[in-house]
């Protein structure tokens, strides 16, 4: 896993000894069989400076199904929203891909910044996966 300048892969804390985002969402994510191979912020902040920051994340999945599914999407938006409230900090743009254990593509999907600024407020959850369920594109193999 890549952690934009991190690549021996130790575990990278916060000036306030926090583990980074990039490790807190690979080590909790382990558990639902999501495995973290690359996390980038798409403006270059780490620890995020302020709301918004955006994430290019990659991920190897641990299943039998060749496509994107709706587990795997929760399972990331869960674990990065509750990162998000742990530290009082709301995520920007998302964008994923969805591998497979030996490194192909099973697919894409992403999450627009807005959509994670309204959730709660004028964007319900169930719209809000709608939306983000909606951007799953699966990789169709010939």
């Known amino acids: 896993m890549t952690d934009n300048g991190n690549e021996n892969g130790a575990e990278a804390t916060t000036v306030t000894g926090e583990r980074s985002v990039a490790v807190t969402l690979e080590n909790r994510l382990m558990s639902h069989g999501l495995y973290v191979t690359s ?79 309204r959730l709660g407020d004028d964007l319900s959850q169930l719209e809000f996966s709608q939306r983000v369920l909606n951007t799953v594109k699966n990789y169709q193999r010939e």
């Open 39 to 117: 996390f980038a912020w798409l403006d270059d902040t780490e620890p995020p400076g302020e709301d918004g920051a955006g994430i290019e994340l990659e991920y190897e999945a641990v299943s039998e199904v060749p496509a994107v599914t709706n587990d795997e999407v929760g399972a990331v938006l869960r674990t990065l929203l509750t990162i998000g409230d742990e530290r009082e900090w709301t995520p920007g743009r998302l964008e994923v891909t969805s591998l497979t254990t030996e490194g192909d593509v099973r697919g894409w999907w992403y999450v627009e910044r807005e959509w994670f600024d």
